[in-house]
């Protein structure tokens, strides 16, 4: 079956970038059923790529492979599958009880399909018509592949609706989760709520610039974690020896599990603040507290391109309150992962709020996701996480 690409529609697919929106076609030949592959070719007949149909999408095409030879199989994703895994051990990562995002969709050439493992667990999220249609071999290379207790489904993600999905969760193969699975974070013991925490348990993405925080808390310094969820930042100061840490978040839920992970380390003397950030941090300030070290890592605000400008007034709220609570000679790890917003936007907020607080800061570090989040070269759409390490004059 081939989808015939509109004119100068093709250019994409010839960068290699895996996406073909609805509005570049200009036909298709035969009735792909969802999932199903399709050829990709120009107006002027050349074959591009070939891809997973999905017909209630706007991405209507999402290319598997730009290789004629390479037919959509089993072994097709065994191979997909067994490129990524190497990497993480490459990168040093299949270590015993260890989590890491073993495929990051799009950027590891398998679109739609995220599998991260957790301490002998797989988690999967299925987010395209394609990676539905493939699921049972997935599972098959996956459980093939690195062997684990059970691979568990968490397709209980919005973006499936897009697709034509239905949101589902459920244990594919082998045994459920435990209630709550404990792994290494950076030598810490974390637990992750496979069945309902966020993502697929845990913000693996930030496991770098958690170790950071950790390198670079002072023994004594008193750390503020704002948008804690189960508190790993803070954990990471407290174990660094840091004299006080505030752990904030709205969700008491989170909070409970933030206790729990720094019993579970044998930290205690934690400061834990329930409720919403941006009046929590203002009652702080008023208040007169003055942090050594304040990490900023909130939800995504901008979860669309609507909601850009809106999201950056909460970034610059929030980074303002951030530098308040700074004390002179302090850091700021300040985040967003917001895909829909640029580094150079989310700079210039930061640099905004600091002019506002009527501070002078330097960045030290451009901070990103972890390398086993992938960010594929020709998908800047891989890349959603970007932070800075400040220090605050
Ligand atoms: N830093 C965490 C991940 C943060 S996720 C880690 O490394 O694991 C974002 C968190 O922000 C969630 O736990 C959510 O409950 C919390 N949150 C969202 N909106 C909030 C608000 N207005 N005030 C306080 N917390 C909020």
């Given at each position: 079956m081939d989808v015939v690409l509109k004119r100068g529609r093709e250019r994409s697919l010839l960068l290699r970038h895996p996406w073909v929106f609805a509005g570049s076609i200009a036909a298709v030949t035969?009735?792909?059923s969802p999932g199903e592959a399709v050829?990709?070719?120009?107006?002027?007949?050349?074959?591009?790529?070939?891809?997973?149909?999905?017909?209630?999408?706007?991405?209507?095409?999402?290319?598997?492979?730009?290789?004629?030879?390479?037919?959509?199989?089993?072994?097709?994703?065994e191979r997909r599958l067994h490129a990524a895994l190497e990497l993480?051990?490459?990168?040093?990562?299949?270590?015993?009880?260890t989590a890491f995002r073993l495929c990051n969709a799009e950027n590891d050439g398998l679109?739609?399909?995220?599998?991260?493992?957790?301490?002998?667990?797989?988690?999967?999220?299925?987010?395209?018509?394609?990676?539905?249609?493939?699921?049972?071999?997935?599972?098959?290379?996956?459980?093939?592949?690195?062997?684990a207790q059970g691979f568990h489904e968490r397709s209980d993600v919005e973006v499936r609706r897009k697709e034509g999905l239905e949101l589902t969760t459920g244990t594919l193969r082998g045994e459920a989760p435990h209630e709550l699975v404990e792994f290494d974070d950076s030598g810490l013991r974390l637990l992750a709520d496979l069945h309902g925490g966020h993502k697929t348990g845990a913000y693996l993405d930030q496991a770098?610039?958690?170790?950071?925080?950790?390198?670079?808390?002072?023994?004594?310094?008193?750390?503020?974690?704002?948008?804690?969820?189960?508190?790993?930042?803070?954990l990471h100061a407290a174990r660094a020896g840091a004299g006080s840490v505030t752990q904030l978040d709205?969700?008491?839920?989170?909070?409970?599990?933030?206790?729990r992970n720094a019993e579970l380390n044998g930290l205690s003397g934690i400061e834990y603040i329930q409720g919403n950030a941006f009046e929590e941090l203002r009652k702080l300030r008023d208040a007169g507290r003055q942090f050594d070290c304040v990490i900023l890592d909130p939800p995504k605000f901008a979860p669309s391109a609507a909601s850009v400008d809106k999201a950056l007034g909460a970034y610059k709220d929030v980074n303002?309150?951030?530098?308040?609570?700074?004390?002179?000679?302090?850091?700021?790890?300040?985040?967003?992962?917001?895909?829909?917003?640029?580094?150079?936007?989310?700079?210039?907020?930061?640099?905004?709020?600091?002019?506002?607080?009527?501070?002078?800061?330097?960045?030290?570090?451009?901070?990103?996701?972890?390398?086993?989040?992938?960010?594929g070269l020709q998908y800047p759409e891989g890349e959603y996480l970007k932070g800075l390490q400040l220090f605050a004059v």
């Amino acid at each position: 079956m081939d989808v015939v690409l509109k004119r100068g529609r093709e250019r994409s697919l010839l960068l290699r970038h895996p996406w073909v929106f609805a509005g570049s076609i200009a036909a298709v030949t035969g009735e792909p059923s969802p999932g199903e592959a399709v050829e990709l070719v120009s107006f002027r007949g050349d074959w591009l790529a070939r891809g997973a149909w999905s017909p209630h999408s706007q991405i209507r095409v999402r290319a598997w492979t730009f290789d004629p030879d390479e037919a959509i199989d089993e072994a097709f994703f065994e191979r997909r599958l067994h490129a990524a895994l190497e990497l993480r051990r490459r990168l040093g990562l299949l270590k015993p009880d260890t989590a890491f995002r073993l495929c990051n969709a799009e950027n590891d050439g398998l679109p739609g399909l995220v599998i991260d493992h957790y301490a002998g667990w797989h988690v999967g999220q299925f987010l395209g018509a394609g990676a539905e249609h493939w699921k049972e071999a997935i599972v098959n290379a996956a459980m093939k592949l690195l062997p684990a207790q059970g691979f568990h489904e968490r397709s209980d993600v919005e973006v499936r609706r897009k697709e034509g999905l239905e949101l589902t969760t459920g244990t594919l193969r082998g045994e459920a989760p435990h209630e709550l699975v404990e792994f290494d974070d950076s030598g810490l013991r974390l637990l992750a709520d496979l069945h309902g925490g966020h993502k697929t348990g845990a913000y693996l993405d930030q496991a770098v610039n958690r170790r950071l925080v950790r390198e670079t808390v002072r023994p004594g310094d008193s750390v503020l974690n704002v948008f804690c969820y189960t508190g790993g930042f803070g954990l990471h100061a407290a174990r660094a020896g840091a004299g006080s840490v505030t752990q904030l978040d709205q969700s008491a839920d989170a909070l409970a599990l933030a206790l729990r992970n720094a019993e579970l380390n044998g930290l205690s003397g934690i400061e834990y603040i329930q409720g919403n950030a941006f009046e929590e941090l203002r009652k702080l300030r008023d208040a007169g507290r003055q942090f050594d070290c304040v990490i900023l890592d909130p939800p995504k605000f901008a979860p669309s391109a609507a909601s850009v400008d809106k999201a950056l007034g909460a970034y610059k709220d929030v980074n303002l309150l951030g530098f308040q609570l700074l004390r002179p000679g302090g850091m700021l790890f300040t985040f967003s992962c917001s895909g829909h917003v640029t580094r150079e936007s989310f700079t210039q907020v930061v640099a905004a709020a600091a002019a506002d607080a009527g501070r002078d800061a330097r960045i030290l570090r451009q901070l990103s996701q972890s390398p086993d989040h992938t960010i594929g070269l020709q998908y800047p759409e891989g890349e959603y996480l970007k932070g800075l390490q400040l220090f605050a004059v």
